[in-house]
């Protein structure tokens, strides 16, 4: 039988608004990925909520719990917020790289939330640390691939790699017994900062050689 969850707050009472900080983030990344495509607004919606809500229900697929926007109006109503509000903003105000800044602040917040969730629903240290890089990165993989776009993490610079440092950071400080809300604030600070690094300055891992 498959351990009953403990409530978020028992872990870290800022989880949750991780949470809603990644969706909102990740959703304004599938938006603007419709922007750059010039696309209708009914397309800026679809790659909001899939970009938005696509790692949380990989996610609660995974670790066996309610997939959390089918019984949770917010988190639609968030991504549909955010995608008729970049629907509705000229092209010239946002960054050449503001899709990439979105992205690193929805990967931050939601590897450290999606590891604490897992957590929560009983889930070793170690799978626990992989739900928050699915949590973190599988969004984006599903928005570059419904785009066309070559994805994301098949550029040179670190992207699944600053999603582990922040999910196995948070998971290695709470099980450590760091009071919260260091483990989540740390955590997610670092691996915002290893990926705004890598962003500014290409930062990458050796590719393979044959």
Known sequence: MHPLPLPLPTISPYLPWLDMA??????????????RARQTIITFCFFACATGTGGGTTRDLLIGAPVFWLHDPVPIAICLGVAMLVFLTPRRWWPE????????IGLAAYAVYGAGKALGYGIPFLPAMVMGVVSATMGGIIR???????SIILRPELYVTAAALASGLFVTLTVAGLPS?????????????????AIARGLALPAYRE
């Open 181 to 197: 809300p260091l483990p989540a604030m740390i955590a997610a600070l670092a691996g915002f900062s290893l990926r705004a690094a």
């Open 144 to 150: 570059d691939v419904v785009a066309g776009v070559p």
């Open 97 to 104: 790289r503001a899709l990439d800044w979105c992205d690193a």
């Open 22 to 35: 990644g969706l909102a983030v990740f959703a304004a990344s599938g938006a603007l990925q419709a922007a």
